[in-house]
């Protein structure tokens, strides 16, 4: 059986390590900077936009060409949400600044649109249950801490997306690992 491309369905490796460890990565980056470690400087941004952005955008796409909706429209929007993010922070448009209430309901859409993503990983593996379900905290902990203006929720939002990004690089790195050994090895 062939795609309308000719390709055999199974000559595109699954994309979701690569998705799983861009997004975990990438949240712990961020997380490290909301823990107090260092500022949003150059790195963490552009670990946003180029490995949280642009891997999971590619991870995304593949996806789509694999079938699997959900793993596609996961990584795409949280590539986007990278994408997104790292323009707000780095002021990729002049004249136009965010404040804390467009900050909150940014971060509140997306808590939004992540607790239905985490309904959808109800009938799946137990690590991508609590990369999603600890998501969700990590956005609407951080809307609270932007629209209350309570400084002290970005320690709070550092834990939970570190926590969130631990989560996320063990399912990538035990998606890899138990393809490699062909066995679980990694109980995901």
Same mark, same amino acid.
């Given at each position: 059986?062939?795609? !309308?491309? @000719? &390709?055999? /369905?199974?000559?595109? $490796? +699954?994309? %979701?390590?690569? *998705?799983?460890?861009?997004?975990?990565?990438?949240?712990?980056?961020?997380?490290?900077?909301?823990?107090?470690?260092?500022?949003?400087?150059?790195?963490v941004?552009?670990?946003?936009?180029?490995?949280?952005?642009?891997?999971?955008?590619?991870?995304g796409?593949?996806?789509?060409?694999?079938?699997?909706?959900?793993?596609?429209t996961?990584?795409?929007?949280?590539?986007?949400?990278?994408?997104?993010?790292?323009?707000? !922070?780095? @002021? &990729?448009? /002049?004249?136009?600044? $965010? +404040?804390? %209430?467009?900050? *909150?309901?940014y971060?509140?859409?997306?808590?939004?649109?992540?607790?239905?993503?985490?309904?959808?990983?109800l009938?799946?593996?137990?690590?991508?249950?609590?990369?999603?379900?600890?998501?969700?905290?990590?956005?609407?902990?951080?809307?609270?801490?932007?629209?209350?203006?309570?400084?002290g929720?970005?320690?709070?939002?550092?834990?939970?997306?570190?926590?969130?990004?631990?989560?996320?690089?063990?399912?990538?790195?035990?998606?890899?690992?138990?393809?490699?050994?062909?066995?679980?090895?990694?109980?995901?």
């Amino acid at each position: 059986m062939t795609d !309308e491309c @000719g &390709a055999s /369905p199974h000559t595109v $490796a +699954d994309p %979701a390590p690569l *998705g799983l460890l861009a997004f975990g990565m990438t949240t712990a980056i961020l997380s490290l900077h909301n823990l107090g470690a260092y500022g949003l400087d150059s790195a963490v941004l552009s670990m946003g936009l180029l490995y949280g952005g642009m891997a999971q955008i590619v991870a995304g796409i593949f996806e789509f060409k694999r079938g699997n909706t959900f793993g596609a429209t996961a990584f795409t929007s949280y590539g986007f949400f990278w994408l997104s993010f790292v323009a707000i !922070e780095a @002021g &990729a448009m /002049p004249g136009a600044q $965010a +404040d804390a %209430a467009s900050m *909150g309901a940014y971060f509140a859409v997306w808590g939004v649109m992540t607790l239905f993503m985490f309904a959808g990983t109800l009938k799946g593996a137990a690590s991508l249950k609590i990369v999603f379900l600890s998501l969700t905290a990590l956005f609407f902990v951080v809307a609270a801490k932007d629209l209350s203006g309570a400084s002290g929720l970005a320690h709070a939002a550092g834990a939970i997306g570190l926590f969130c990004g631990a989560a996320a690089m063990y399912s990538g790195l035990g998606a890899v690992v138990n393809a490699q050994m062909g066995r679980a090895v990694m109980p995901l």
